[in-house]
C-alpha cells in the first residue's frame, strides 16, 4: 500500500475527537463484519435461503455507517454517493456483501473454518483495538489536565499576585493612621513582609505567565499533533490488519468451492485496493477545517496596584529568584538524561516494529506497538516538564543576568517541630507537627516552608558538588529498564516541575479552636467566636497575642488565652477544605503523579470548595480529600456522586 505523507497532527490540528470517532467507526465497521461472518456461518448450515437475509441486514448495517466510515460525523465538505466509493476500504466492503448476495450454497465446513479463523480473530483485534483505542483517550484527558494545570496555576498566582498588591496597600494604610496604635511596630514590620511577599507573588506570576505559554505551545506544536498521529497509525494499523483477514475469509471460500471461485476473485480483488493512507487522505480531505492558535499571555497589572511587567530584582526578591534558577536547573540536569535515554528506547522500538511488520514471525507486533506507543508518552510527558523547567530558567535569567548569589545552596527538607523554633530568615517562630517548616541537612538551619526560597544560598557546608537527588537515582534506573526495552508507567510533568500552586500549599498552620467571643478594639485585631476553627499563623511572643486565619481568610491578632490548640486535623479539614459533596469510586485508578489520588473501588472522597476545586478544577478532573486527609485530583470518570 502507497502512503502519501500526509499527517493528521499536521492536516487536522486541534481534532482529536473527531480522529477517536473515525477510529470507533472502523471499530464499529469490524464488529459488523464480525457479526457478519459469525451469522454467515450459522445460515452456512441452513443453507441458501437465509445466506440472502443475512446480506440484507449486512447492507443496511453499512448503508447506516458508510458515511461515518469513509467521511466522519460531522464532514465539512459536500459529498454524495461517488464520494463513498472513492474509499477503497469501502470499496471492498461492497464487493464483499455483493458476493455474499451472490452465494446461495455452502457446508458445515466452510462455517466452522470462518468461526474459528475471521470470527474469533475479529474479536481478539477488535479487542485489542478498543483498548489502545482508551489508552489514547486517557492519554489525551491527561496532556488536557497537565495543560489546564498550568493554565490554573497562572490563573491561581494573577490571583495571588493580585491579593497581595491589595493587602500592600491595606497595610499602607493601616500604618498610617497607626502612629499612636499599641500595634505600630508590629504594623511596621508587617507592612514591610507584605510587601516582600507581593513582590515574590508578582515574580511567581510573571514565570507562571511564561510556563502556560510554553505548555499551551508545546500543546499545541507537539503533544496534540504527536497523538494524532499516534491515532493515525493505530488506525493504519487496524485497516492493514482487518484487510488480511478478510483476505483470508476469501482464502477460505476459494477452498470451498470452484464455483464460487470467480467471485471471490473479485472480493479478493478490491481489498487488495484497499489503501489506508489514500482512504485516511479521504478522510482529510472532507474535514479540514480553520484553526489558530491562542494567544499567548501577557502582565496583567492588579486594578488597585499600579505596577509594571519588569520582574523585580530588588535584594530580598533577587534571593528568591536566585534560588529558583538553582532548583530549576537542578531538575532539568535530571531530566536531560532521562529524555535522551527514552529517546534512545523509542528509536529501539521504532526499529523492531517496522522490523516485525515486515515478518510477523519475529514476535508479538501488538505488544512492541503498545510499548512504543508508551515509550513515546513517556517522551511527550518529559519533553513538556523539559519546556517549563526551560521557560523558567530563561525568564529569571534575562531579569538577574549573572547574579546567581553564593551558589552554595541549602539542602532543605521537611521538618516537624514540636516546639516553638525560630524561623532563620523572618526570626519568627515555627511550630507544630505537621509540615510547617524545613531544616537545611548540611548547616542545621531551619526555616518556614514559606521562607525556603527567600534564604541567601550560602550554606557554609555545602561545598562545591551538590548531592545526588532521588530524582537522578530514578534516572539511572530508568536508563537501566529501558536497555531492556521495557516500558514503565510515565511521570506527570509535575514529577519534575513543582506548580506554584503546589508551592504556596506547602505551608500550613498549626489548628487551635477558639474558647470564647472576642471583639476587636483595633484594625490589627480578628473578632472571632466560641467554637470557631482558626490556624494560627504567629505564636504568642510574649505580648499575649496570637495571630490566626480563618475560615474565610481574615487574618489578626486575638488573646492566646482565647485559644485551645491541638484540635483534631481531620475536623478542621473538613471545616475549612471540604465542600460538603462526596464522590464513590467506580473504577481503581492508579496515581501518576504526586497531585493525584489513586482510587479503590467502592472509596469515598469528599469533594474540594472554592471556585477552582471540586468539579471545577479542570476539564476531566476533579479534586478532593480521601480518608486520610490527603488532598489531590482524579479522572471525573472514575467516580460518581454519592
Known amino acids: 500500500m502507497q502512503s502519501s505523507g500526509q499527517s493528521y497532527g499536521q492536516k487536522l490540528p486541534d481534532q482529536v475527537e473527531r480522529i477517536a470517532a473515525l477510529f470507533d467507526a472502523h471499530l464499529e465497521t469490524i464488529s459488523d463484519v464480525r457479526e457478519l461472518f459469525r451469522d454467515r456461518a450459522a445460515l452456512e448450515r441452513e443453507y441458501a435461503a437465509k445466506l440472502q437475509l443475512l446480506t440484507k441486514k449486512a447492507l443496511e448495517k453499512k ?162 499533533p504527536e497523538l494524532e498521529d499516534q491515532f493515525q497509525l493505530l488506525q493504519r494499523r487496524l485497516a492493514e490488519r482487518f484487510t488480511k483477514i478478510l483476505q483470508h475469509s476469501q482464502a477460505l471460500q476459494l477452498g470451498h468451492l470452484d464455483s464460487l471461485k470467480n467471485r471471490v476473485n473479485r472480493v479478493e480483488a478490491a481489498l487488495e485496493r484497499v489503501d489506508a493512507a489514500k482512504d485516511q487522505d479521504l478522510f482529510i480531505d472532507h474535514n479540514l477545517r480553520p484553526f489558530t492558535a491562542p494567544n499567548d499571555w501577557v502582565f496583567e497589572p492588579c ?62 507486533i501488538d505488544e512492541v506497538s503498545d510499548n512504543l506507543l508508551e515509550a513515546q508518552h513517556q517522551l511527550t510527558l518529559y519533553t513538556t516538564s523539559e519546556k517549563i523547567l526551560q521557560a523558567e530558567i530563561e525568564t529569571i535569567v534575562v531579569a538577574i543576568g549573572d547574579d546567581e548569589g553564593a551558589r552554595q545552596p541549602h539542602s532543605f527538607k521537611s521538618s516537624s517541630f514540636s516546639i516553638p523554633t525560630h524561623c532563620e530568615y523572618c526570626k519568627t517562630s515555627i511550630w507544630g507537627l505537621g509540615k510547617q517548616g524545613k531544616t537545611c541537612k548540611l548547616c542545621g538551619i531551619s526555616v518556614h516552608s514559606k521562607c525556603e526560597l527567600k534564604v541567601p544560598a550560602d550554606c557554609q557546608n555545602a561545598g562545591s558538588v551538590r548531592p545526588q537527588s532521588s530524582l537522578i537515582r530514578k534516572g539511572t534506573s530508568a536508563s537501566s529498564t529501558s536497555s531492556r526495552v521495557s516500558v514503565g508507567k510515565p511521570p506527570s510533568a509535575s ?86 459533596q462526596y464522590v464513590r469510586a467506580i473504577y481503581p485508578y492508579e496515581a501518576q503523579g504526586q497531585d ?26 476533579w479534586e478532593g480529600f480521601d480518608s486520610t486527609g490527603r488532598k489531590g485530583i482524579f479522572p471525573s470518570n472514575y467516580v460518581e456522586m454519592v
Open 63 to 224: 448503508t447506516r455507517l458508510e458515511a461515518s466510515l469513509v467521511l466522519g460525523e460531522h464532514p465539512t465538505k459536500a459529498w454524495d454517493a461517488s464520494s463513498l466509493m472513492q474509499n477503497s476500504l469501502n470499496a471492498a466492503y461492497t464487493e464483499l456483501i455483493d458476493s455474499l448476495v451472490t452465494t446461495a450454497q455452502d457446508h458445515v465446513s466452510i462455517a466452522d473454518n470462518l468461526t474459528s479463523q475471521v470470527v474469533d480473530v475479529l474479536k481478539g483485534v477488535e479487542k485489542k483495538n478498543e483498548e489502545a483505542k482508551k489508552k489514547e483517550m486517557q492519554f489525551f484527558q491527561k496532556l488536557l489536565s497537565d495543560r489546564d494545570r498550568v493554565y490554573a496555576d497562572r490563573l491561581k498566582s494573577k490571583q495571588k499576585y493580585d491579593e497581595d498588591c491589595n493587602e500592600v496597600e491595606s497595610y499602607r494604610q493601616k500604618q498610617s493612621r497607626a502612629h499612636d496604635d499599641k500595634h505600630a511596630d508590629r504594623a511596621a514590620k508587617q507592612a514591610e513582609q507584605q510587601r516582600s511577599d507581593m513582590l515574590n507573588s508578582k515574580n511567581v506570576y510573571l514565570i507562571s505567565i511564561a510556563v502556560a505559554n510554553n505548555a499551551k505551545a508545546q500543546f499545541y506544536n507537539a503533544s496534540l
Open 596 to 621: 493525584e489520588l489513586g482510587l479503590i473501588e467502592g472509596q469515598t472522597i469528599e469533594l474540594t470548595s472554592g471556585p477552582s476545586g471540586g468539579q471545577h478544577y479542570g476539564d476531566g478532573w
Open 303 to 364: 486594578s488597585g496596584h499600579y505596577d509594571t511587567s519588569e520582574m523585580s530584582v530588588e535584594p530580598t526578591a533577587k534571593i528568591f529568584l536566585q534560588n529558583k534558577l538553582s532548583r530549576s536547573r537542578a531538575k532539568l540536569e535530571e531530566l536531560v538524561p532521562l529524555i535522551n535515554t527514552k529517546r534512545r528506547e523509542q528509536d529501539l522500538l521504532s526499529a523492531q516494529v517496522a522490523a516485525y511488520k515486515a515478518d510477523h514471525t519475529l514476535s508479538n
Open 495 to 580: 514529577s519534575f516541575v513543582q506548580s506554584t500552586a503546589e508551592e504556596s500549599s506547602e505551608e500550613s498552620y498549626p489548628i487551635a479552636r477558639v474558647l470564647f467571643d472576642f471583639a476587636p478594639t483595633s484594625e490589627f485585631e480578628l473578632g472571632v467566636s466560641e467554637d470557631d476553627i482558626v490556624h494560627v499563623m504567629e505564636p504568642d511572643d510574649g505580648s499575649g497575642w496570637v495571630k490566626v486565619v480563618d475560615k474565610r481568610g481574615r487574618n489578626g491578632l486575638v488573646p492566646a488565652s482565647y485559644l485551645e490548640h491541638d484540635v483534631a486535623v481531620s475536623q478542621a479539614a473538613a471545616t475549612l477544605g471540604g465542600s460538603g
